[in-house]
């Protein structure tokens, strides 16, 4: 049973559960980091869901004045109704490119309803060796 907000179950003819169902907030971006154990990489995740370019400043705090490799892995620019089907299996699919964190602070468009994540290399300067020889 359904009235306004409220959602009442019933088994047997007897209520069985009550919950008041709030709406859902949506927010118009989220945002999410961490840093990969084995490797270091600090990982951002951005998600804008609204029809609007967001624009922000990302800080990395913890990180020495360098230059960092950066990894862009972006879904963009798709309409929302867009997929994947046998006929077009890569309609869909995320890009990805190669940018330069050049020191700790890094201006960035969040394209619209779009997903976004950065892998930001761990060893300053992008000494792939050095970061291969860390892991092992």
Known sequence: LVNGRTITTFV????????????????PLYVSSSVEEVSGDILVKLVNVTDKERLLELQFEGLE??????EVYEMAGFHLDDGN???????VVPSLREELLKGVKKDWRVPPQSVTVLRVKACAGG???ERKEKIQ
Do not use: K, L, T, W
């Not at 209520?15 to 927010?27: D, G, K, T």
């Not at 089907?85 to 309609?91: N, T």
């Open 127 to 129: 000494d792939e060796m």
């Open 12 to 27: 047997d003819g007897r209520r069985y559960h009550q919950v008041i169902s709030h709406p859902v907030e949506v927010e």
């Open 65 to 70: 004045n360098g230059n960092y490799p950066m």
């Open 85 to 91: 089907d046998f006929e077009h299996p890569r309609r």
